[in-house]
């Protein structure tokens, strides 16, 4: 079966620099890998989609890489900011509408 | 707004005793998910429905039920609700059957067993 692996330990960075999460994979390439970010007693929010003929995508202060040899993706956050301070959860999703997701890494942005 | 509402949003239910969490949405989408979070754990998915169509994950115990009655509601059936399934309970929605859809989630329901 598919597993998603992301770092447990938390990510402590100072504000300003540049945030980088990892999403590792195991078996079957998905067809699309999505970033939400989940904050404490709340539901996942949608971030960014990327395809797997797709190698980056971005959107504001947010960067997805998608490496299907290395059967991973990497999520940038530029010029953090505390408020950015959340767990980031990747989803991955092949048959139909199925998303599976990884455990989340909790990033800390210090002023 | 359109919206995924997730009632209540803590539920304390008695070891063994029946309980029912209920998921809307104003958002018109065909599928509707529910997944179980434990603390520091990846959502897990236990279900989805494509418009009437119910799809069970293979691991998902027999406790668990659902129901989706129309487009708008879902619901939740925990039939004997035993410690190991106090959780934060997610529904979810998306928009229609096929990829390149990302999943709108509700505030979750925080189950307790007592």
């Known amino acids: 079966s598919q597993k998603i692996e992301q770092n447990s330990e938390a990510l402590n960075i100072q504000e300003g620099k540049t945030a980088t999460l990892t999403c590792n994979y195991t078996?079957?390439?998905?067809?699309?890998l999505q970033w939400y970010r989940q904050d404490p007693g709340r539901g996942p929010v949608f971030l960014l989609l990327?395809?797997?003929?797709?190698k980056e995508k971005r959107k504001e202060r947010l960067k997805v890489t998608f490496d299907t040899t290395l059967k991973q993706s990497l999520f940038h956050i530029t010029a953090s900011q505390p408020a950015d301070s959340a767990t980031y959860l990747c989803?991955?999703?092949?048959?139909?509408?199925?998303?599976?997701f990884g455990s989340g890494t909790k990033l800390n942005v210090k002023p | 707004d359109a919206m995924v509402i997730q009632n209540p949003r803590y539920q304390v239910t008695q070891f063994g005793k029946p309980v029912t969490l209920s998921c809307s949405q104003t958002?018109?989408?065909?599928?509707m998910y529910w997944y179980q979070q434990k603390s520091s754990q990846a959502p897990k998915l236990l279900f989805h429905?494509?418009?009437?169509?119910?799809?069970n994950e293979a691991d998902t115990p027999d406790n668990f039920q659902s129901r989706r009655p129309n487009t708008s509601f879902c619901f939740l059936d925990i039939r004997s609700p035993g410690l190991g399934d106090a959780a934060m309970y997610l529904c979810?929605?998306?928009?229609?059957?096929?990829?390149?859809?990302?999943?709108?989630f509700g505030q979750g329901t925080r189950l307790t067993v007592v």
């Open positions: 979810a929605t998306s928009g229609r059957q096929g990829m390149n859809t990302e999943a709108f």
């Open positions: 078996n079957y390439s998905p067809a699309y």
């Open positions: 990327i395809r797997e003929n797709e």
């Open positions: 989803a991955l999703q092949r048959n139909f509408n199925k998303f599976y």
């Open positions: 958002l018109n989408h065909n599928v």
């Open positions: 429905y494509y418009d009437k169509d119910f799809n």
